[in-house]
């Protein structure tokens, strides 16, 4: 069983930037490959960014490419997503979660354990 919990959502203008954390309990967070994800009201939960075990490897979403990273220390159990050049489009809750082995970066269905959810909010 892993717990994850996101933080650092907020209300943001356009154009600005926001830095999400998701921290993680557990000893074995070097071994999850972790994402994030989104979900606007009325829309499907959508992939946006994920990144292997070592941080190594990243995926992101076309629609995020160049303007967000994602990125992890695993010291502090903890994956982060910096958000630059924020979009009203942009505006959902975000959720991190953690992929199950030799799966499918971008599908929700690759991932369990997901966190609560952190509100971005961004205005134009």
């Known amino acids: 069983q892993v717990q994850l919990v996101e933080s650092g959502g907020g209300l943001v203008q356009a154009g600005g930037s926001l830095r999400l954390s998701c921290a993680a309990s557990?000893?074995?967070?070097?071994?999850?490959?972790m994402g994030w994800f989104r979900q606007a009201p009325g829309k499907e939960r959508e992939f946006v960014a994920a990144v292997s075990a070592s941080g190594a490897s990243t995926y992101y979403a076309d629609s995020v490419k160049g303007r967000f990273t994602i990125s992890r220390d695993n010291t502090k159990n903890t994956v982060y997503l910096q958000m630059n050049s924020l979009k009203p489009e942009d505006t959902a809750v975000y959720y991190c979660a953690v992929r199950l082995w030799r799966t499918d970066p971008y599908r929700s269905g690759s991932y369990e354990f997901w966190g609560q959810g952190t509100q971005v909010t961004v205005s134009s």
């Open positions: 557990g000893r074995t967070f070097s071994s999850y490959a």
